[in-house]
């Protein structure tokens, strides 16, 4: 099974920034997309960005130009850098992981982060 620690969530004014970071641990043979999602009260979780192994990224149109992921594989760590957070950006943020184990892949989940932005 895999593990994922987020870290850097907060309170922040619009217009600032803040960097989540999630490290993946465990015994995969292989950890493919990472990405990062979001939720808010009565809503379904969103994909806010993703980052393949090779570096390949997509964004939500709401975040593009604004938030940045990244990721170190020697680590299993992804990275979403925020500048420019708005309020509708408050939310809980996710980190996700699909992992190739021994004989199957599956998507795994961060207990989540509070990024609160306030206007």
């Known amino acids: 099974q895999v593990q994922l620690v987020e870290s850097g969530g907060g309170l922040v004014q619009a217009g600032g920034s803040l960097r989540l970071s999630c490290a993946a641990s465990?015994?995969?043979?292989?950890?493919?997309?990472m990405g990062w999602y979001r939720q808010t009260p009565g809503k379904q979780r969103e994909l806010v960005a993703t980052?393949?192994?090779?570096?390949?990224?997509n964004y939500a149109d709401s975040v593009k130009g604004r938030f940045t992921i990244s990721r170190d594989n020697a680590k299993n760590t992804v990275y979403l850098q925020m500048n420019s957070l708005e309020p509708d950006d408050t939310a809980v943020y996710y980190c996700?992981?699909?992992?190739?184990?021994?004989?199957?892949?599956?998507?795994?989940w961060g207990q989540g982060t509070q990024v609160t932005v306030s206007s």
């Open positions: 996700n992981a699909r992992a190739r184990m021994s004989w199957y892949s599956d998507s795994y």
């Open positions: 465990g015994s995969p043979f292989s950890i493919n997309d």
């Open positions: 980052i393949s192994r090779s570096g390949g990224t």
